[in-house]
């Protein structure tokens, strides 16, 4: 292949008397290109001039053989830089607006000058250059631009408030050169490096620093400006000898707008979850993409009465099945000791029974939350459903069909929890459609508990879905001989008056007049309620009220109850499985069906999760004192550090502990085993070499660069590890 030459081009590089500029001073001189080197040879934050840095760069270009010509102007007057090279070379072809200084500040802390200095060389010196070269560019039908962007510009950056906005500016700049230079066969591209320097020094270690040579960078800055590459209006990350391309990303977002209706807050607030949505996220490449959503969205509101989904997904076209995988808002959800009593109350317990003491005294010795409590957090997201695209649900036609819980902890008395919940597939009945919700509930990072709703949505059947699911868990009937055990329990006239306050408000369970709309004589207990009785049944019978021997529940709702009623529960013990059928016991009518609990066996009730064990590990102790140091600074650790460091710790090349070190929020903590939610960044390390770096005989640095330390994400944030790791050398 042919190499890439520059002869006959005129090539001017702002800021080439050291770093990243030099490099492409070099590179351009050494293709064939005539090299104008600008440097007004000042500090790092602006200050003094020295014509030595460009002219020490001519040298080296000269030296190698090749024409260059300095110049010591700053990039604030571009006019005289672009006559330097009409005057020296007779033509501009390539501008590579590279100068640059740092006035690093909290936010807080920038002055004016700090501010209007970044500015002026940066965004105003790039303006100044382009402008003066733009003209001779048009006339010749031939120019090649880069600007200079950064990773701080482009994802922010703590203290360089000024040089972040002056980077995301050039970015702008770059966006409309790239359209209006087009038809001139102008091209204008930006680019975001990293490369030691003395900008970086302050801010990088010393050896990434030496790894992150600037001549990986110029090949990049090289193609780009040379008459083969036709890219334009791009956007590149480059370092380390990796390039990367960058775009937008938008989300199918959702018209929250209705004809002849005003536009609320609210209705912003109820489709967040969507309009923050990235599933099937479009890339919108330039302003005519982004105004034809705004018109199809006119023309929709306008030809509508009512506007649901995405205008560019066509939603009302959407198949239901289109929406299984999708993710709804996550809830959260805080509760104290009180919110524990009134449900168990809700459920019908009552200090006329001595046992539920425990259930309904936060003094108790062993206050307990009861198991069927794992609902409540997770119910919201079952009226969730309605703003799920494709599902088009209609809120009085759901029917909650069935439920299944299940334990992985007993529940805490207080707290707060978060639920993440998914659709996990959507069954066409014919008569109606079936969706199933799988909600799972976290403290913190820790899973608690897993829901799986089945709601059955009346007249929404026959889109051609799919009739089962292996995903649903299966109702199972009883075996066929008379129960083993059966508990009746009147409910109280008020029971859905009281259940309703644990946070299901649906008015079918209060207002007489709501409940004739749907068919009912009078309001009608929750069907959760009747499932919180069944549950405590089994509980009372099997396990001695012994929260942690529950493991799962599933049941059927097949009628409702009236409050005032009376709730049988009859039990078949089959092993650790508790098949049960609840009936109204006054009409006979079943009201749980196929239903049935599991218990833990007295011997494996302790259901807690740590990392699974193998041989006691060297790092295993060093974690221990991590979580003790956590419990005694965890929040000023949380300030210092702020992140999430995931470990990944091998023994003979396979993973054998895995440990997370929240330092993000709250009082800090560390948990073992696989990790539910995001880290920072996630080193693998062998046991004895993660102790060699605690000990300090390897520094993490080295060790990476060494290959014995594997780093995914943020590397930069491994300089964070010595607050962390530095106390126990001793160890
Ligand atoms: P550097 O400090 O080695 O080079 C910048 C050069 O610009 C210096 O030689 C300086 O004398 C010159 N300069 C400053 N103000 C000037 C002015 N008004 N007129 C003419 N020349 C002027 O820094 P480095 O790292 O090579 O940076 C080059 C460019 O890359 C800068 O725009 C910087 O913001 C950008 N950048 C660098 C990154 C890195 O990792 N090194 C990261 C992101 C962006």
């Known amino acids: 292949m042919k190499s890439l030459m520059f002869d006959g081009r005129v090539v001017l590089v702002t800021g080439a008397g050291g770093g990243l500029g030099r490099e492409y001073a070099l590179a351009f001189g050494e293709r064939g290109a005539a090299v104008i080197v600008n440097d007004l040879?000042?500090?790092?934050?602006?200050?003094?001039?020295?014509?030595?840095?460009?002219?020490?760069?001519?040298?080296?270009?000269?030296?190698?053989?090749?024409?260059?010509?300095?110049?010591?102007?700053?990039?604030?007057?571009?006019?005289?830089?672009?006559?330097?090279?009409?005057?020296?070379?007779?033509?501009?072809?390539?501008?590579?607006?590279?100068?640059?200084?740092?006035?690093?500040?909290?936010?807080?802390?920038?002055?004016?000058?700090?501010?209007?200095?970044?500015?002026?060389?940066?965004?105003?010196?790039?303006?100044?250059?382009?402008?003066?070269?733009?003209?001779?560019?048009?006339?010749?039908?031939?120019?090649?631009?880069?600007?200079?962007?950064?990773?701080?510009?482009?994802?922010?950056?703590?203290?360089?408030?000024?040089?972040?906005?002056?980077?995301?500016?050039?970015?702008?700049?770059?966006?409309?050169?790239?359209?209006?230079?087009?038809?001139?066969?102008?091209?204008c591209n930006t680019i975001a490096p990293t490369a030691g320097s003395r900008l970086t020094q302050t801010v990088m270690p010393p050896d990434l620093l030496e790894s992150l040579k600037a001549e990986y960078v110029a090949p990049l800055v090289l193609w780009l400006c040379h008459d083969e590459c036709q890219e334009n209006g791009g956007l590149f990350e480059v370092g380390a000898g990796w390039i990367g391309k960058l775009r937008w990303e938008r989300s199918l977002g959702r018209t929250v707008r209705q004809n002849n209706h005003n536009m609320t807050p609210e209705?912003?607030?109820?489709?967040?979850?969507?309009?923050?949505?990235?599933?099937?996220?479009?890339?919108?490449?330039?302003?005519?993409?982004?105004?034809?959503?705004?018109?199809?969205?006119?023309?929709?509101?306008?030809?509508?009465?009512?506007?649901?989904?995405?205008?560019?997904?066509?939603?009302?076209?959407?198949?239901?099945?289109?929406?299984?995988?999708?993710?709804?808002?996550?809830?959260?959800?805080?509760?104290?000791?009180?919110?524990?009593?009134?449900?168990?109350?809700?459920?019908?317990?009552?200090?006329?029974?001595?046992?539920h003491l425990k259930f309904l005294y936060e003094g108790h010795e062993d206050f307990s939350c009861l198991p069927t409590f794992g609902v409540i957090p997770a119910q919201s997201s079952m009226m969730g459903l309605s703003s799920v695209p494709g599902l088009d649900i209609d809120l009085p036609r759901l029917l909650h069909g069935e439920q299944h819980l299940e334990l992985f902890k007993p529940l805490p008395t207080s707290g707060t929890l978060t639920s993440k919940a998914t659709v996990a597939d959507v069954l066409d009945?014919?008569?109606?459609?079936?969706?199933?919700?799988?909600?799972?509930?976290?403290?913190?990072?820790?899973?608690?508990?897993?829901?799986?709703?089945?709601?059955?949505?009346?007249?929404?059947?026959?889109?051609?879905?799919?009739?089962?699911?292996?995903?649903?868990?299966?109702?199972?009937?009883p075996p066929n001989r008379p129960p083993d055990a059966v508990i009746v329990d009147q409910t109280s006239k008020d029971q859905a008056a009281l259940y309703r306050l644990s946070g299901d408000w649906n008015p079918l369970h209060i207002d007489p007049s709501f409940a004739a709309m749907g068919g009912f004589k009078s309001p009608i207990l929750h069907g959760l309620c009747s499932f919180g009785f069944a549950t405590r049944h089994v509980l009372k019978q099997y396990a001695d009220n012994d929260v942690s021997r529950f493991k799962s529940i599933k049941v059927r709702f097949v009628k409702p109850v009236y409050p005032g009623q009376s709730l049988q529960t009859e039990m078949w013990k089959e092993e650790n499985r508790i098949h049960i059928q609840c009936k109204v016991k006054e009409t006979g009518g079943v009201v749980l069906s196929?239903?049935?609990?599991?218990?833990?066996?007295?011997?494996?009730?302790?259901?807690?999760?740590?990392?699974?064990?193998?041989?006691?590990?060297?790092?295993?102790?060093?974690?221990?004192?991590?979580?003790?140091?956590?419990?005694?600074?965890?929040?000023?650790?949380?300030?210092?550090?702020?992140a999430v460091f995931g470990w990944e710790i091998t023994k003979d090349g396979s993973t054998v502990r895995r440990w997370t070190i929240d330092l993000k929020s709250g009082g800090g903590d560390l948990h073992g085993g696989e990790y539910k939610g995001k880290t920072d960044v996630t080193f693998t390390v062998a046991d004895d070499v993660f102790m060699d770096v605690v000990q300090g005989k390897i520094n993490p640095q080295k060790a990476f660069f060494a290959g014995k330390l594997k780093v995914r994400g943020n590397i930069m944030l491994s300089q964070k590890l010595e607050v962390i790791l530095k106390d126990y050398a001793k160890l």
């Not at 200095?117 to 631009?145: D, N, P, Y």
């Not at 168990?344 to 029974?353: E, I």
């Not at 007295?602 to 999760?609: E, G, K």
């Not at 004192?625 to 300030?639: Q, W, Y």
Request: hydrophobic share 35%; with cysteine.
């Open 41 to 187: 040879g000042g500090d790092i934050k602006g200050g003094g001039r020295s014509s030595a840095a460009a002219d020490g760069v001519v040298e080296e270009i000269r030296a190698r053989g090749g024409k260059a010509q300095a110049n010591y102007d700053s990039v604030e007057d571009g006019e005289k830089l672009i006559q330097a090279a009409l005057d020296a070379f007779g033509r501009i072809d390539v501008v590579i607006n590279n100068a640059g200084i740092l006035r690093d500040r909290s936010f807080g802390r920038t002055s004016d000058l700090d501010w209007d200095l970044i500015h002026r060389v940066h965004l105003r010196g790039s303006f100044q250059v382009t402008r003066a070269a733009w003209e001779h560019m048009k006339k010749q039908k031939f120019g090649r631009i880069i600007m200079t962007s950064s990773a701080a510009g482009i994802y922010g950056n703590f203290g360089q408030a000024n040089y972040s906005a002056a980077k995301l500016g050039l970015l702008g700049l770059a966006n409309t050169l790239a359209i209006e230079g087009q038809k001139y066969n102008i091209h």
């Open 267 to 355: 209705s912003v607030r109820d489709a967040w979850n969507q309009i923050c949505d990235f599933t099937d996220a479009t890339k919108p490449a330039n302003i005519q993409d982004s105004l034809q959503t705004l018109v199809e969205v006119l023309s929709r509101v306008d030809t509508q009465d009512r506007i649901k989904g995405n205008p560019t997904s066509s939603a009302g076209r959407m198949n239901p099945s289109d929406a299984v995988g999708r993710s709804l808002a996550e809830m959260t959800f805080t509760y104290t000791h009180m919110n524990t009593i009134l449900y168990a109350l809700g459920v019908g317990m009552s200090t006329k029974d001595p046992h």
């Open 429 to 477: 009945k014919g008569s109606g459609m079936i969706v199933l919700l799988e909600v799972h509930t976290y403290s913190g990072h820790e899973l608690l508990c897993y829901n799986q709703f089945s709601v059955f949505i009346v007249g929404a059947g026959g889109f051609g879905g799919k009739r089962t699911s292996e995903k649903a868990v299966a109702t199972v009937p």
């Open 594 to 642: 196929g239903a049935y609990v599991d218990l833990h066996a007295v011997s494996d009730s302790s259901v807690s999760r740590g990392p699974p064990e193998t041989d006691e590990l060297q790092s295993d102790l060093v974690f221990a004192e991590i979580r003790r140091r956590i419990k005694d600074v965890g929040a000023e650790l949380v300030k210092k550090v702020n």
